[in-house]
């Protein structure tokens, strides 16, 4: 079955559970974003926007909008790391990682929106990308963590 389909067998598993109303798979990184001649660092999120507008209930879209289910190039940039590249809905960047045998990848993305969240540090280093982009920047299949979000707290 391999990680990728034993990934989507464990999130079908777990929202038919009692008490589960969504889980969402997260896939980790950082890297370099580039957009014209400016390179900063950043810390990556794959999300799958298929349900993360009901997990993000954190963040505030500033500009253009969140990531969309048909989204394959697709990236949500942190406000204050937008502003430092001077991005906004519609430009291009291109996302650079270390893969883990040592080499690196990169991939070109369009910015679909901006956010904020209430802290400053984290609009100014996240990148938001749909978990398949993820995979493919990091030349992997799996993920790090499954988001689960329950019914009652006390579940």
């Known amino acids: 079955m391999g990680v990728e389909g034993d990934a989507r067998f464990a999130l079908a598993g777990l929202v038919s559970m009692p ?3 969504i889980a969402a ?6 890297g370099l974003i580039s957009a014209g001649e400016t390179t900063l660092s950043f810390t990556g999120e794959g999300v799958s926007p298929q ?13 253009g909008r969140m990531l969309a289910a048909n989204d394959q190039d697709g990236v949500l940039v942190g406000q204050g ?12 960047v291109v996302l650079l990682a270390t893969l883990r045998n040592g080499g690196v990848n990169a991939v070109e993305a369009t910015v679909r929106g901006t956010f904020s969240s209430v802290a400053k540090a984290y609009d ?32």
């Open 51 to 63: 349900v993360e507008g009901e997990l993000e209930g954190g963040i505030t879209i500033r500009s």
């Open 19 to 21: 008490g589960v109303h």
């Open 124 to 155: 100014d280093n996240v990148v938001k990308v749909p978990i398949a982009l993820a995979q493919q920047l990091m030349k992997v299949h799996g993920v790090h963590a499954l988001v689960i979000l329950l019914d009652k707290t006390e579940e």
């Open 25 to 30: 798979p997260r896939l980790y990184f950082s």
């Open 81 to 92: 790391l937008a502003q430092s590249l001077h991005v906004e809905p519609g430009s291009k």
